[in-house]
């Protein structure tokens, strides 16, 4: 097949540059979905419960992981394909799911009274994320009232 070929000017035997690319981003496609299907139930002393989504790619080329707080109508699946890319560029995501948020152990006082119930349960939620990580910082992404929640989060 390959007589009168030169050795030199012969494809080397095994994958090509493009086959193993193109196994990498298989491998990275699978690992994410894998990791997309089973988010962590966490189930708190007071009974709330929520998920955390934690996508961790092979290769992060940021040790500071990334919230992802979405607006109102947000939820993980609805916003997959962003996250996806996110971590295709090597970002460790983490994305809270609590519609309704987590019983918060802010009180609604003076300090606080302009901030909403249903704002700072969702705020709990971030914040109950961050710790049960251990994480010192994190950067975040946030959409319309994610945007409120993850302000919220910073000022408590």
């Known amino acids: 097949m390959n007589e009168g070929i030169p050795n030199f000017a012969r494809p080397p035997i095994g994958q090509t540059e493009e086959e193993k690319i193109a196994e990498r981003e298989v491998l990275a ?4 979905d894998e ?8 189930i708190l002393e007071n ?7 934690d996508l961790v790619p092979e290769k992060m080329t940021s040790e500071t992981p990334i919230i992802f707080c979405p607006g109102i109508m947000g ?4 916003g997959k394909e962003t996250v996806r890319v ?8 983490l994305w809270p799911d609590a519609p309704h948020g987590i019983q918060s152990s802010v009180k609604k006082d003076i300090e606080h009274a302009d901030m909403e119930e249903a704002e700072l349960k969702k705020s709990a939620a971030i914040l109950k994320t961050i710790e049960l990580k251990n994480f010192d910082k994190v950067d975040i992404i946030a959409h319309s009232e994610g945007g409120i929640n993850a302000t919220y989060s910073a000022t408590l």
Not at 29 to 32: P, S
Not at 47 to 53: A, K, S
Not at 75 to 78: L, M, Q
Request: zero cysteines; a neutral charge.
């Open 29 to 32: 496609k699978a690992r994410f």
């Open 35 to 42: 990791q997309f299907e089973h988010p962590e139930n966490v």
């Open 47 to 53: 009974g709330d419960t929520f998920f955390i989504y």
């Open 75 to 78: 939820d993980p699946y609805n």
């Open 86 to 93: 996110l971590y295709n560029q090597g970002r460790r995501v």
